[in-house]
């Protein structure tokens, strides 16, 4: 434990933690496109980059929840505050590394990790949260369905927040925007994730939240953009933590970055 002055503390390499929420079809696995090829990481969730095929950076197929729990343990590195059974503590990182010899060497690279998505993400982790013991009750040895979602909650919590602590890497994560009607009938936009918690406790997790959607211009046409404020006209989820943001940004990932970026080392000047 040490006191961190204002000097020391603007030397500190600190990533970007991004959340981009979209609509099927809008084009958020692209955004891969407006990143550094090499030094980028791509955790697919969604069997596949088709969309990217011409992208020439490094990604990693996830296909179980333990190899998500296992990868965000490697890249983030062990929680000191956790006892030695829990997931993301220093018996699990050595064990990690053991099993990932070769992955350990080359998770140092990267400085940005972007998760494709989170809402698939949920629902590996539903998947597996089910099948636990303390999904089922004692007395039947049924499912308990709301134990299995509480602890769907506790696994997703957890596993966000390893990549939150990760200091020198920008974390990007996309998932699903779904359009609902309330009971007022009125519409509204919510991400699409398993588990209530997840999605209301996300925006208190990350740096940004971004609806990447088409907003009308007036010819009547629609733009592909980012809004990013969280008060905005259309409704869409979004939060603005560095300040520097306009309502709505050019849907350029890597430009939104260095944006970001710019301002943070302009104050520490």
């Known amino acids: 434990m040490k006191i961190i002055n204002s000097k020391e503390r603007a030397k500190l390499i600190t990533g970007v933690k991004v959340v981009i929420f979209g609509p099927y079809g809008i084009g ?27 992208w020439k950076g490094d990604s990693i197929e996830m296909h179980t929840w333990n190899e998500s729990r296992d990868i965000a343990c490697l890249i983030g590195g062990p929680n000191p505050a956790l006892r030695s059974d829990q997931a993301y503590s220093q018996k699990h990182y050595e064990h990690v590394c053991s099993k990932h010899k070769d992955l350990l060497s080359e998770v140092s690279k990267y400085r940005s990790i972007f998760i494709d998505s989170i809402t698939v993400a949920s629902r590996l982790c539903l998947l597996w949260a089910r099948m636990q013991p303390e999904a089922f009750s004692d007395r039947s040895k049924r499912e308990d369905k709301r134990s299995g979602y509480g602890l769907l909650a506790q696994e997703m919590m957890a596993w966000l927040n390893q ?58 046409t629609e733009k592909r953009s980012f809004v990013c404020q969280t008060i905005n006209s259309w409704g869409y989820p979004a939060k603005d933590r560095s300040g520097c943001l306009n309502m709505v940004e050019e849907p350029h990932l890597g430009k939104l970055l260095t944006k970001i970026k710019a301002k943070a080392f302009a104050t520490a000047a």
């Open 28 to 54: 958020k696995t692209s955004l891969l496109k407006t990143l550094d090829e090499s030094t980028t990481l791509c955790l697919d969730f969604e069997a596949g980059l088709l969309a990217v095929q011409d």
């Open 163 to 220: 990549f939150q602590h990760i200091r020198d890497k920008d974390i990007i994560i996309v998932g699903t925007l779904g359009q609902y009607l309330d009971d007022c009938n009125r519409s509204t936009w919510l991400p699409q994730c398993e588990g209530a918690k997840t999605a209301s406790e996300i925006p208190g997790i990350v740096d940004e939240v971004i609806s990447m959607v088409g907003i009308k211009k007036d010819d009547g």
